[in-house]
């Protein structure tokens, strides 16, 4: 008799459900092939730092579509969320329902993904 756990993968969130935050190195793969950190040109985090300012937050937004983000990837965009956090981003991936990419934590830059329906707003530079 073959055990059912042999070969099971843990089962983590994709983008849509559970929390709506990926932290480094979890996450369910949602780069496309040869486009995740490190899988080809202009996937890494910025080479500086980002602007030495807080913007001032927008008024509020509804819903953030790709659309509406696109724009702003592989530029610096401070994005405030629906929990109060609020940072600097430099974003490789735009999804359906995701956004991937490099989050400055006021020393480095580290990877994070967040569903779009976190983001409460953002502004690009």
């Known amino acids: 008799m ?3 756990n042999i070969d099971r993968q843990p089962q983590i969130p994709g983008p849509g459900q559970g929390s709506g935050f ?3 190195g979890q996450g369910p793969g949602f780069f496309p092939p040869g ?3 490190g899988g080809g040109p ?3 985090p910025p080479s500086g730092r980002p602007p030495a300012f807080t913007p001032a937050q927008q008024a509020g937004v509804f819903a953030v579509d790709p659309g509406s983000i696109r724009r702003c990837m592989f530029r610096y965009v401070y994005i405030w969320l629906d929990n109060r956090q609020q940072f600097w981003a430099w974003l490789v991936f735009v999804g359906r329902r995701s956004v991937a990419g490099w989050r400055w934590t006021g020393f480095r830059w580290v990877y994070f993904g ?3 329906n976190r983001i409460s707003s953002f502004i690009c530079y």
């Open 2 to 4: 073959q055990d059912k």
């Open 22 to 24: 990926f932290p480094p």
């Open 35 to 37: 486009q995740g950190p």
């Open 42 to 44: 202009g996937t890494g």
């Open 114 to 116: 967040v569903d779009l």
